[in-house]
């Protein structure tokens, strides 16, 4: 490519490497691979087409581009076909809001289905694009063009045929149950849906006294011919609105229950151990088990007799076990409506319940109860006003709570009665667990936790949704005979159609809803039942429904299942990972062309929440939180991908803030552009062919190249293994051991040579440790990795088999046009000098001991001094050097740490109290030497200043003391040199292009630099 572009704008060179990829084809370029090319089978979860890309996507997307692209490199055929989820409530809210409508039935009678779905459509191609955008901004590689979209009907064909084989399976039923409802929505929800939601809130927590009635002839209670009239119990609720359909009082029939009399006359009963709930004096008049309180009755709180309930059975106690005496008084009032244990329990107790349903399905309290017209919420305060008025409300507090929310719409959830269709899940638990088993999770502790515990409590799932946008499920209901059947293929509806189904049908409603069906028992006419799927049904099938699988691509979906790889954030336990993993344990209980007894993925890498630096959700309205462009546009897509990868354990919580991506922007991306720019600047590129060998090079080159290998090894193993942050921190370390140790340590090799040979290793070393370091990196970072490669391959001299040595063994003659196309680099074990790496670790800490015994004694690491001692030479940097190379070796190292900390001499004293000693004692010969560095540092900083390049010839005009003019005097040909200098000039002058008043050694110096 050519490379025109700015290195350190990352916006900018960013664009054009995307441009690049575009123009180039460069990923369709990568899976097209020898055909012999084993296949790495990636599933993408599909996103909802709804609102904005936020941080989330961003982080699930760079996980699976790093893997994606870490498996390509490594010679794997890797396709990657985006997917959208278009359907479900998020789009239909949007919708809804787009159209000015509220409600459920605005829809079916204001808009008409078709109308609405419509918009629906409408909006999620609206979407589309921005995701696409968003997407391929951050560097991810994929097949933008032919992506699947859940509402395409090949995808929903597949979504029924997925379906009618549960069905044929016998594992898909009917019932009417207290479910999870959205009243705002209109639908149940699955419980795992409802999982998403919870929040804290704030409620009022009721103690309510429920009058127990005086005995008639038909109430043989024993215990309540011995009652005061005026005994009530109490009851504990926080959901006032429930009250009016109370039909009965639960109690645990094993607990104790007291009688207890207070000054003013009541007598209430309660549970022994919640006493302490009662605000004044008392005396237990009575204790009973709970068993003896059964079948006492009382009074309702209020009458609905409105709503068609028969009172028969009702209103008295019942022993339940999910009594809990924690909370409340140990008596738990039961609106069988609205809560899944009290519906079960009236279902049990009595025959064919008829209950009480006193709010409607918009969540509003029915016409004839208390609060009419009211939201249920709304209500409470009327109703609790109501019972304080009756004197029926002992007290009230607030409560802090957790309460479940519409996961979309953010309503509060209701539980509500409602007829819907469920899978048998909870009859495949043992499968699910015994298929979990053949999953790696990264981390690993999901696989017997979150997740585990969650499929062996699993529970089945209602997966019909009274809505309209989303694929419709494929049940017809026979009007004469009431046969019900499902139906898996638009064939088998053509089969059975009454009318000729028109060959370009969506669909969708209300077009399938048109469709009639001839009842195969009594030859009546079929319906459709008017729901449609939850789309986690949807999003749960795509490893089938992407390819329209069982109907095309038969071959390949039946290849690349399960996924060797997928990824998606923590709340996926509940949501895709789960729905993915049910439907596919279902799919081969028997072998149906996709094997037996599967999962349906290999490999998972499951990512945790972004929160900010706080640890606050990241919200619209706190505004804390930069948009995604703006960190683009500041540092870059290979920051922000580095961050989410680096920053934190795979799995737990981000602190997000752009402060963080900064500091990876300058610790990783700033310090490779600046390399590059060091080797462009300083390295002798005519060197093409050096004939090298490891021997020869020094042992700052011998120590680059086992650093290099040693991480190629830990990042290759890291990421067979999945453990992305693990690979990501060995990149970062060996970037950081390149620019502050390898080039820092280097510099007077590249800038002031000893010899040309030296310069050619330096050189030569340098440039293969950066592309090699750069193919590493790619799947992380890959736009600078790519930057890094176009500018150093066309000189690029590692293809020859001479390097083979050195770790280079690219089997292709030619660059490649791109370094994603490059293999992943192999590791060369025989560089991996294990003693030269510890030495060098050793040496480094030796280093920052003397140069802190520097800092101590308040002296800068420019004035040099005599020596440094070190006490026990076997615990030394060089103890644990071995072999021929040894004292070579040694050598090198006791340079480069004589260097590093300024000293003339390394000496080895076993006398010495300390492990080192620092000669801190300035000779004035050694002071005028200090003050030399210092003059010539400052120059250098002046040209750097005046922008002029290192070869510049400049003039030098100075002002000082005599004392430093001596010193410029005495050294008068180093210093022209090292400064590129014609002449050095005493006096001050007017002509210059850059002027510096300083001081050195608190002698005052002026210089001014002139290029010429
Ligand atoms: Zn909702
Ligand atoms: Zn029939």
Known sequence: MKNDFDLSIPKDFEEKILDFWGKNEVYQKSIKKDFKAPIFSFYDGPPFLSGKPHYGHLLATTIKDVVTRFFSMKGYKVERRVGWDCHGLPVEKYAEEKLGIKTKKEIEEKIGIEKFNKACHDAVLETKPIFEKALQRIGRWADYKNAYLTLDNSYIESVWWVFKNLWDLDLVYKDFRVTPYCPSCGTPLSNFEVNQGYRDVEDASLFIKFKIQQPTAYTPHSLSYALNPNTYFLAWTTTAWTLPANTALAVGPKFNYVKVKLENGEEYILAESRLSILNESHKIIEKYKGKDLVGLRYEPLFKIHDVGYKTRGAYQVLPADFVSIEDGTGVVHIAPAFGEDDFNLIKAEISSPEIPITVDEEGKMKKGIIGEGMFVKDADKEIIDDLKNRNLLYKSEKIFHTYPFCWRCESPLLYYPIKSWYIRVSSLRDKLVKNNKKINWAPKHLKEGRFGKWLAEAKDWAVSRNRFWGAPMPIWQCKKCGNVDAFGSLKELKKFSTKPIPENIDLHRPQIDKI????????????????????WFESGAMPYAQWHYPFERKDLVEKTFPADFIAEGLDQTRGWFYTLHVLATALTLKDIGLGKDKPAFKNVVVNGLILDEFGRKLSKKLRNYPEPDLIFEQYGADSLRLFLISSTAMGEDYRFS??????????????????????????????????????????????????????????????????????????????DDLSNWYIRRSRKRFQKPESKKDLANASATLKIVLIKTAKLLAPFT?????????????????????????????????????????????????????????AMKELRNTAALALAKRAEAKIKVRQPLASLKIKNPRSSPFGTLRGRQKSKIKEGLLNILADEINVKEILFDSKIKDEIELDTKITSELEIEGMKREIIRTIQDLRQEASYKPKDSVRLWVEASSRIKKIIS???????RELCAKEILFGKTAKFDAEINTQIN????????KKI
């Not at 196309?821 to 590791?827: A, G, N, T």
Request: proline share 3%.
């Open 516 to 535: 009639k069906l001839r009842c195969g028992k009594c030859n009546g006419e079929m319906e459709r039942v008017p729901y449609v799927f939850d789309c």
């Open 658 to 735: 752009d402060k963080s991506v900064k500091e990876i922007y300058q610790k990783v991306i700033a310090k490779l552009v600046n390399s590059l720019k060091f080797y462009e600047l300083y390295a002798d590129k005519k060197v093409k062919d050096p004939r090298f060998k490891i021997q020869d090079l020094s042992v700052l080159d011998k120590w680059i190249f086992a650093r290099l290998n040693e991480t190629n090894q830990n990042v290759t193993k890291a990421m067979e293994n999945y453990q992305l942050t693990e690979a990501s921190r060995f990149l970062i370390d060996l970037v």
């Open 782 to 838: 890959p736009f600078i990795s790519e930057a890094i490669y176009s500018e150093l391959s066309a000189q690029y001299i590692g293809h020859s088999a001479r390097y083979k040595s050195l770790g280079i063994q690219d089997p292709r003659s030619k660059i490649q046009d791109s370094i994603h196309l490059e293999d992943w680099p192999k590791v060369d074990k025989k560089l991996i000098n294990k003693d030269l790496l510890e």
């Open 970 to 976: 005495d050294n008068l040909i180093e210093l022209k």
């Open 1002 to 1009: 608190s002698e005052k110096i002026w210089i001014g630099v």
